[in-house]
């Protein structure tokens, strides 16, 4: 349940079009993860957000305007992003299981190690997006070879054996990738 403190100060925000409020907050506060779940944000001017870390699931964001926003580590589990703007954010190790993304713009995003298990993506746009060890291996819904092409370092992303097949990957790409990895750790 959303912490009333966080519903304040983005409502505050969004009501006088200054996401500076909440960044503000954001800065003076790095050690509090904010709880907005369950909230409804649709059509909101978010832009520029710092929301990096937050949890957001299940809540409505429908048409929200996110683009450039932080929103690394963020928990959107079956969030409603339908047709939001996500162009440019940043999306990293976000979790967007079970989550809507139809028809969101997600041009230009990291979705470095993002987590899209169950989640729709009918007509997302993933122009230039970066999928660079995304998992869209669990039971990813009308997600299209040609959406995949069209990010960056999509072959460096997690998928399951039909979608490897529709790009032409090797069945064996996901076990290699986690090698890989696994490698890279043991170095560091």
């Known amino acids: 349940m959303a912490h009333d403190e966080h519903l304040k100060l983005i409502n505050e925000a969004i009501q006088r079009q200054d996401m ?6 954001r800065q003076l506060n790095p050690e509090i993860r904010p709880d907005l779940s369950g909230m409804d944000l649709r059509r909101a001017n978010l832009k520029k957000a710092a929301f990096q870390g937050a949890i957001l699931k299940d809540a409505n964001l429908r048409g929200a305007d996110l683009s450039w926003s932080d929103l690394s580590g963020a928990d959107l589990h079956r969030t409603n992003l339908v047709r939001a703007n996500l162009s440019a954010a940043n999306l990293a190790m976000a979790n967007f299981s079970g989550a809507n993304l139809s028809e969101a713009n997600l041009s230009e995003a990291n979705l470095s190690e993002a987590n899209f298990s169950e989640a729709l993506l009918l007509g997302a746009l993933l122009l230039k997006a970066n999928l660079n060890g995304a ?8 997600l299209m070879p040609s959406q995949i092409k069209a990010a960056k370092n999509w072959e460096t992303s997690y998928y399951s054996q039909r979608t490897l097949e529709g790009l032409g990957l090797p069945l064996d790409h996901n076990e290699k990738l986690r090698e890989v990895s696994e490698q890279r750790r043991a170095q560091a």
Do not use: D, P, Q, R
């Open 20 to 25: 500076a409020i909440w960044n503000k907050w």
């Open 135 to 142: 998992n869209l291996e669990y039971n990813v819904k009308e």
